[in-house]
Nanobody, 121 residues
Framework: QLVESGGGLVQPGGSLRLSCAASGFTLDYFAIGWFRQAPGKEREGVSC????????YYSDSVKGRFTISRDNAKNTLYLQMNSLKPEDTAVYYCAARPGPVTTTRDDYAYWGQGTQVTVSS
């Protein structure tokens, strides 16, 4: 099970840190990622990280503003989001998959329920 938290309402230019706590399995051996879905749009990849933490990916729209990380001792994944923009408004999901990291949504077998991020003044 994956459970996201940390979403909320923030003004443009602000920051949020999303967390994704895993239970029932150990994140160490999984590639994990963050995806988001805005109203009327498809779920898109935001960032992902390999099980070894060696490889990370960021979508062009968030590169330089978002940072993905994990704390294996806490079995938790994080997404630090800075310089937030209104277009970052979406439901954010974490996901996990055994095997190599990939940015393809359908490759991820385990999903959280999502947390709403709203960027608005």
């Amino acid at each position: 099970q994956l459970v996201e938290s940390g979403g909320g309402l923030v003004q443009p230019g602000g920051s949020l840190r999303l967390s994704c706590a895993a239970s029932g399995f150990t994140l160490d051996y999984f590639a994990i990622g963050w995806f988001r879905q805005a109203p009327g749009k498809e779920r898109e990849g935001v960032s992902c990280i390999s099980s070894s933490d060696i490889t990370t990916y960021y979508s062009d729209s968030v590169k330089g503003r978002f940072t993905i990380s994990r704390d294996n001792a806490k079995n938790t994944l994080y997404l630090q989001m800075n310089s937030l923009k209104p277009e970052d408004t979406a439901v954010y999901y974490c996901a996990a998959r055994p095997g190599p990291v990939t940015t393809t949504r359908d490759d991820y077998a385990y999903w959280g329920q999502g947390t709403q991020v709203t960027v608005s003044s």
